[in-house]
């Protein structure tokens, strides 16, 4: 079992910034990607970026290449995702995972577990 807590999320106007944490625990050895993914209400959900743990490969999601950026810290268990230069349409609630497998990250079924989510809202 892998355990995810997220957290960071909150209003923010647009073109502020935001970093997101998602702190895990349990086993976490065996844990090869994190991943952010979104949903905002009456959408689909939508895949935001992706770490392969100990490469640290990255992939992210078209609508946020260049104002996000994901990293993790190791020693904490920890993964980040900065949100810059936000938009009205980042609103959702963002969701942290933690696939068991060595996969893309970039779709929701590769993953095992996921958090509770945290809400961002970004006001125009």
């Known amino acids: 079992q892998v355990q995810l807590v997220e957290s960071g999320g909150g209003l923010v106007q647009a073109g502020g910034s935001l970093r997101l944490s998602c702190a895990a625990s349990g086993r976490t050895f065996s844990t090869y990607v994190m991943g952010w993914f979104r949903q905002a209400p009456g959408k689909e959900r939508e895949f935001v970026a992706s770490?392969?743990?100990?490469?640290?490969?990255?992939y992210y999601g078209d609508s946020v290449k260049g104002r996000f950026t994901i990293s993790r810290d190791n020693a904490k268990t920890t993964v980040y995702l900065q949100m810059n230069s936000l938009k009205p349409e980042d609103t959702a609630v963002y969701y942290c995972?933690?696939?068991?497998?060595?996969?893309?990250?970039?779709?929701?079924?590769?993953?095992?577990?996921w958090g509770q989510g945290t809400q961002v809202t970004v006001s125009s």
């Open positions: 995972a933690a696939s068991l497998s060595i996969v893309s990250g970039r779709w929701g079924y590769e993953y095992d577990y």
């Open positions: 770490i392969r743990w100990t490469a640290g490969i990255i």
